[in-house]
């Protein structure tokens, strides 16, 4: 597969437990933040999706979280499953285009 | 089936021999852009088309052209290829630019040697 992300930092979790990524944005302006997961040799794939007026949302086994004053967003994973393993990365709107946080690889551990 | 569509998947070429990659979405999104992804580095804007006949530079254009003639299409282009462009290209498209979901491509795996 590619190898899309030789440096980023890993973590790992036992299959079963919950899962929180980080992320940290940069513009106070930004309005419209989205969760991408990468496996690998694929394109990123929309996970979830949150808009600035709400500071949590929850989809199927997954729940974004949005700390506005400290700029942080963060992705929790319930009940990690060996699918899950991949690289996420957190996007940011800035104007008309998107910003894209470096990544964290999500291994599961059976 | 909702796809963006990238071709060829792998390429390998020779510096200075001009290429295009070819990006199609069946979203009808207004906008499209092209990525490239290095490792420690992320993915970074190369071009962005906000509707047919309107693009503009992203974050490192330098050694890449685009054109947006039809909605559907928006090919990369490689004049003249150089081995610092060697890398994981992606192409995305969204109803409206940063304000809507970007669905992306498969990726296109480019080495110039």
């Known amino acids: 597969g590619e190898s899309v992300g030789l440096h980023l930092p890993t973590l790992s979790v036992q299959e079963g437990d919950n899962s929180i990524i980080n992320c940290a944005y940069s513009n106070s302006a930004s309005d419209y933040f989205i969760w991408y997961k990468q496996e690998s040799g694929k394109g990123p794939q929309f996970i979830i999706d949150i808009r600035s007026n709400m500071d949590k949302r929850q989809g199927q086994r997954v729940t974004v979280l949005l700390n506005k004053t400290v700029k942080h967003l963060s992705l929790q994973i319930a009940a990690t499953q060996p699918g899950d393993s991949a690289v996420y990365f957190c996007?940011?709107?800035?104007?008309?285009?998107?910003?894209f946080g470096p990544g964290t690889r999500l291994s599961v551990l059976p | 089936e909702a796809q963006v569509t990238q071709n060829p998947r792998y390429l390998i070429t020779v510096t200075g021999k001009k290429l295009t990659v070819t990006c199609s979405q069946n979203m009808n999104h207004e906008y499209m852009s092209w990525y490239r992804q290095d490792p420690g580095l992320g993915l970074r804007q190369i071009y962005y088309?906000?509707?047919?006949?309107?693009?503009d530079k992203g974050d490192v254009p330098e050694g890449y052209k685009v054109s947006r003639k039809e909605k559907r299409n928006f090919p990369l282009i490689l004049e003249s290829p150089s081995p610092n462009q060697t890398s994981l290209y992606f192409c995305?498209?969204?109803?409206?630019?940063?304000?809507?979901?970007?669905?992306f491509g498969q990726g296109t795996r480019l080495t110039v040697v």
């Open positions: 088309s906000m509707n047919v006949e309107v693009t």
């Open positions: 995305a498209s969204s109803f409206h630019g940063g304000a809507t979901e970007a669905f």
């Open positions: 996007a940011e709107n800035y104007g008309q285009n998107f910003v």
